[in-house]
């Protein structure tokens, strides 16, 4: 002790140092000195002294035989060594090597367990490291023995705020000792708490996504009720567009709740936790420091519970925006080219599934197999998970740290190839293949398609023609799809036949004329002015003309259609030729050009 109080006694003298402050200095220059706004333009502030804390373990005798036997002789080898001649009764006594045992809540460098985190530790001020010698109670303690090898962790702690952002941070760093290698992580957490304006914000954008939401749940409701023209198959994918919308609409009311609940409360539970953390009277001499760091944990602890609780919300909000997405893109399936995403997983789907248990299978036996052959001195294959992260940064790009040197290098080079070979080459391009096999049927479905244009134009088709429905009356799409399917086997549809299923005579040649505008009615040549597919019709009537696209160039066998404000001709492909006109002159048309 004495010579360590000489070997410091340097480091306690008084410091050197300006006689005066900066602002008595300035002062006695004549200058002003005032603090204001602009002095305190830290992003971060910190709201409490930073705390270092531990968890310990007993020292005790090491239970293995083997380890006993060779401790034993080596204690016998030291003692014959040092204490010949001598007593050395307390290095008789005790063990020359501890294993380490179940928690220790001794007493210990003058500080008592204390609770935090459901664990229990022992807390002190992290500015002990800043001097090598720390006098508590009448007690001189080196600042180097607060962590020895009973510790099995170390921690950080740091509370700090943002007064610009509105939010509270909680920073740890965590040493792990009880591994062969010291594992260190740095956590940071924040707590977010809004204003007025914020909140109000906030509060704004997430009522108008729930309403658009609700909107396509009643959209679908009406569209099911007024779906008597679509078979079984399309009526079941309406009831599951329904159900679907309808627990996305209640789940997201129930969300919202909560969020909105948590955010209108974020500013006075901040209040709270700010004030409890600077009303530690950390510099009070008449509390003792355990009573102190009682008093910061309980309010960390509730910072830390309020981080969870964000933290859940969102996880659930994040769970929610992802079956929004697997909605919008179920959603583009209504159009040819916007559906290829789905179109081709669902074509794949089967071959998917059978890939991914292969896949599976193999990435865990091989993961398996490093586990066992190099977990024993590795310690990124110590266990299934680790070799499990491992590969998988294998197949990423990052090989093991030193995987070709050592004494088994050729057993991990052999691995790291087979994996490459196996799970890289092999499967990845199966994976490939199966996508592009489903993509390129999907691609010659569109191709095929006659009615298939680009996006943008079938949107402003689809507007025009509900605007020209709703202007000259026309009925209800439901209705004309009945009409068109029962005159599927009549070659002809004309304003005559529309009129004997109900439909007003002006109002029938009005739809005829206007589906007749349409690109993709239009005949090829002169001689060539008339044919067409049913489904293609009922498709663009089904759309209320937003029926779409033109014949592709070199389509020689496309459909196409005539031109005549009475005459509607409807034509399987395959019998177009019988139904042709003859000499350019048909025996439907009543005025001159065909449709």
């Not at 002095?39 to 035989?65: F, G, H, N, W």
């Amino acid at each position: 002790l004495q010579n360590d109080y000489y070997k410091n006694m340097p480091k306690m003298q008084k410091l050197s140092g300006p006689a005066m402050s900066e602002v008595e200095w300035k002062a006695n220059q004549g200058e002003e000195a005032s603090i204001g706004e602009s002095s305190y333009d830290e992003k971060l502030i910190m709201i409490a002294p930073p705390i270092l804390l531990q968890t310990r373990v007993s020292q005790e005798t090491c239970s293995s035989t083997t380890s006993v036997v060779s401790l034993e002789l080596q204690k016998s080898l030291l003692l014959s060594s040092l204490c010949e001649g001598l007593d050395c009764g307390d290095l008789r006594a005790n063990e020359v090597y501890y294993c380490r045992g179940k928690p220790d809540l001794n007493e210990f460098y003058d500080l008592n367990a204390t609770s935090f985190d459901g664990k229990q530790v022992f807390a002190d001020f992290l500015y002990i490291v800043d001097n090598e010698i720390i006098v508590r109670a009448g007690k001189t303690l080196l600042s180097r023995d607060f962590i020895d090898g009973s510790t099995t962790s170390s921690s950080v702690l740091a509370v700090l705020q943002s007064p610009e952002t509105g939010q509270i941070h909680v920073l740890e760093v965590r040493s792990d000792f009880s591994d062969v290698e010291i594992q260190t992580e740095v956590f940071l957490q924040h707590y977010h708490y809004l204003d007025s304006d914020q909140r109000r914000e906030a509060v704004f954008h997430f009522s108008v996504l729930t309403f658009c939401i609700f909107l396509v749940f009643v959209f679908n409701v009406v569209l099911f009720f007024d779906s008597s023209h679509q078979d079984e198959e399309a009526r079941k994918h309406t009831v599951f567009e329904i159900v679907y919308d309808l627990l996305q609409v209640v789940t997201l009311g129930v969300y919202g709740i909560v969020w909105i609940a948590h955010v209108l409360n974020s500013e006075s539970t901040a209040e709270s936790i700010v004030r409890g953390v600077v009303s530690v009277q950390f510099a009070s001499s008449e509390l003792d420091l355990q009573q102190k760091m009682l008093s910061f944990f309980q309010n960390v602890e509730k910072l830390k519970s309020e981080l969870t609780n964000e933290d859940e919300l969102s996880v659930v909000g994040f769970a929610l925006f992802v079956t929004m997405l697997l909605r919008m893109l179920y959603s583009t399936g209504v159009h040819p080219r916007m559906g290829l995403l789905t179109g081709t997983f669902l074509y794949a789907l089967d071959d998917l599934w059978h890939f991914s248990l292969l896949f599976i299978f193999v990435f865990y036996m091989f993961a398996m197999a490093a586990s066992w052959s190099f977990g024993s001195f590795r310690n990124d294959f110590k266990d299934l998970s680790s070799a499990m992260a491992t590969q998988l940064n294998i197949l990423l790009g990052t090989m093991p740290k030193n995987y070709d040197t050592g004494t088994q290098k050729n057993e991990m080079i052999v691995y790291v190839t087979l994996t490459l070979i196996v799970i890289y080459f092999l499967m990845f391009n199966f994976l490939l293949a199966i996508v592009v096999e489903g993509y390129m049927k999907v691609r010659k479905e569109v191709m095929d398609n006659e009615v298939e244009r680009e996006i943008l134009q079938d949107f402003f088709l689809t507007l025009k023609h509900k605007f020209l429905a709703r202007l000259r009356g026309w009925p209800r799409t439901s209705d004309l799809l009945l009409v068109l399917k029962s005159k599927l086997a009549t070659k002809n549809v004309t304003a005559q036949h529309l009129r004997v299923h109900g439909i007003d005579f002006q109002k029938a040649k009005s739809i005829i004329e206007g589906y007749s505008k349409m690109p993709e009615l239009q005949p090829k040549s002169e001689s060539n002015d008339f044919y067409g597919t049913a489904m293609d019709v009922m498709r663009m009537v089904k759309q209320n003309g937003a029926a779409s696209p033109g014949p592709r160039q070199g389509r020689a066998s496309s459909p196409t259609y005539g031109q005549s404000s009475q005459d509607l001709r409807i034509s399987s492909a395959p019998q177009a030729a019988q139904y042709a006109p003859q000499n350019g002159n048909s025996s439907h048309a009543t005025n001159g050009s065909k449709l």
